[in-house]
């Protein structure tokens, strides 16, 4: 009798997709992608997890009492709403809380199967005190504190490929050498001021597949060598896609989809475990930014199967 498959856990839930009104995030894109991946039986429902929303002691360890007051009250000013550029609604705070619950399980995941997804997360540009950019709160900086935290970590690197500097995160984590982070971004992009990561590479307009991926081998294996990570998030981000409305970047989607596998298999060579969030992703077409997060998660699939 042959052992089971291993199984890839997913971590999703149907509440992320908040209204917004008409904007160029897709919160739709999330359940397009479930639907794709279940009925091409990339995934199936006994895989899929669905998280609990973050408790506010667990946001507190990022964002400041005066912010999250704020929100709780909502009394956001009309400059707070244009620097987050989404409109601010009970239904968004719910669907971000119970987002960043994803990203908390899919680190718990990752590190028991070495190998887990979130069709969601990646809020790179909110800090402590504020949000921007679409988002409201840092799910990526609030699991990575959960999990140093409830000491089931204490080494972790951010891998941002998301088009846009990890800007928010770069500053939740400054002065905190445990947590290396990383991006690679459109330099002559949103946002104005980015921060320092622990290591930018801030690319040329236009940049394609073959300087990407080139960079990503150069430097992604000394990180790991150097910093030893217990675990690895990946902003797996759609929008360096050559279509993207909001990006200048020459990616094609087979790009991206090495992108992807050479991610997990340099993580895989230095035994480190990989959770991945989709991050951003404004294609032209909506179905080209549904298909690249879908591709994600099959290269995910094909990794932990060893195909």
Same mark, same amino acid.
């Given at each position: ?33 479930? $639907? ?92 402590? &005190? ?29 891998? &941002?490929? &998301? ?66 990570? &217990? ?56 179905? $080209? ?19």
């Amino acid at each position: 009798m042959s052992d089971p498959l291993p199984s890839l856990p997913i971590v999703w839930h149907e509440a992320y997709e908040a209204d917004i009104g008409v904007h160029v995030f897709p919160t739709n894109k999330y359940r397009a992608a479930h $639907d794709i991946l279940v009925g091409d039986g990339t995934i199936s429902e006994s895989d899929i997890r669905r998280p609990e929303s973050a408790s506010d002691e667990q946001v507190a360890l990022v964002h400041t009492s005066g912010y999250l007051t704020k929100i709780r009250e909502d009394s956001f000013s009309w400059q707070d709403v244009m620097v987050l550029e989404v409109p601010y609604s009970p239904e968004l705070r719910e669907a971000m809380w119970l987002c960043t619950g994803g990203s908390i399980l899919t680190g718990r995941l990752a590190l028991e199967h070495g190998l887990a997804v979130h069709i969601g997360g990646g809020f790179h540009h909110a800090f402590p &005190d504020h949000g921007e950019g679409f988002c409201l709160i840092n799910d990526v900086a609030i699991a990575l504190r959960v999990l140093r935290e409830e000491g089931l970590i204490e080494r972790a690197a951010v891998i &941002d490929c &998301d088009l846009h500097h990890g800007n928010g995160t770069a500053a939740v984590f400054a002065d905190e050498a445990e947590v290396f982070t990383f991006s690679i971004h459109q330099q002559h992009n949103y946002p104005m001021w980015k921060p320092a990561s622990d290591l930018d590479l801030g690319l040329a307009d236009l940049t394609g597949d073959r300087e990407y991926l080139g960079l990503l081998e150069e430097h992604i294996p000394p990180i790991l060598e150097s910093h030893r990570p &217990d675990l690895i998030f990946y902003l797996a981000g759609a929008d360096p896609y050559k279509e993207d409305q909001l990006g200048g970047l020459s990616l094609t989607r087979d790009g991206l989809r090495r992108r992807d596998e050479l991610v997990y298999r340099l993580a895989a060579e230095a035994g480190v475990p990989v959770a991945i969030t989709l991050a951003g992703g404004y294609a032209r077409r909506f179905e $080209d930014t549904v298909e690249i997060h879908c591709e994600t998660v099959r290269a995910a699939r094909r990794q932990l199967l060893g195909a």
